[in-house]
């Protein structure tokens, strides 16, 4: 079946088979780092590489973001090596094998998720005002930790907000805020499953990404 194939930007040097995960399936897409289980996707045997077939549809081969407003980015992949990539936008690592979008110029690169945070957004924890994303620095106003770079801001109250805290109130949980004896690993998976909770609330609510909030809801039971 012809259509069994494809090729795709975030794995050019071979082609992808169409494959049906199985509920029980542990592989992760490279493109959003989400699960598989019990969805479409496309598979490199050779590489073990598998993404989303949403994914796979919907990231482009060069996007312009908001965030970098003078140069277009470009999809890439991450090399293996020793290097440690990491994202401008929420400074968590950038794996090996996955897709970010890149300015080479000016060294920028953000997650294919990170791209997906609107520009403004109202968020339940200060309704009075939009909130724009702007790179500052300072503290969160709700959690108290140190901000990374670009984080949500309201300019009438100086009210500043992690891009999770902004949207953990509306959040789907479930998780209690379970603190204390976690090693710095643990931590890291934490902050990681955080951020992705937050683009995938966002891609629900404020719907920047039309098919992709098929992918997440799934996960959202
Ligand atoms: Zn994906
Ligand atoms: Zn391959
Ligand atoms: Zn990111
Ligand atoms: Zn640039
Ligand atoms: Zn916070
Ligand atoms: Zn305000």
Redesign the pocket.
């Known amino acids: 079946m012809a259509t069994g194939q494809r090729w795709h930007l975030a ?1 050019p ?2 082609m992808l088979l169409k494959t049906q995960y199985d509920s029980t399936s542990r592989h992760s897409c490279d493109i959003c780092c989400d699960k598989l289980s019990g969805l479409i996707g496309y598979r ?1 045997n ?2 073990d ?1 598998d993404i989303h077939e949403e994914c796979a549809d919907y990231f482009k081969e060069t996007i312009s973001f908001f965030a970098h407003p003078w140069h277009t980015l470009t999809a890439s992949t991450i090399p293996d090596g020793t290097i440690k990539w990491s994202c401008d936008i929420c400074r968590e690592s950038c794996p090996a094998g996955t897709l970010v979008y890149r300015c080479t110029q000016c060294g920028f690169d953000v997650h294919p998720m990170c791209t997906l945070f609107p520009q403004t957004f109202r968020s339940p924890l200060h309704p009075q005002h939009d909130l724009n994303m702007v790179p500052s620095w300072g503290g969160c106003s709700s959690c108290q930790e140190d901000l990374p770079v670009w984080h949500y801001h309201c300019g009438i109250c100086a009210y500043k907000l992690h891009i999770e805290c902004a949207t953990s109130d509306a959040a789907p949980s479930g998780s209690g805020s379970s603190h204390g004896a976690v090693d710095d690993q643990n931590a890291a998976v934490a902050r990681e499953s955080r951020r992705h909770r937050a683009a995938k609330f966002l891609v629900n609510t404020v719907s920047v990404a039309g098919n992709l909030a098929s992918v997440f809801s799934a996960f959202q039971g």
Request: with cysteine.
């Open positions: 794995h040097q071979h490199c050779a590489c590489f």
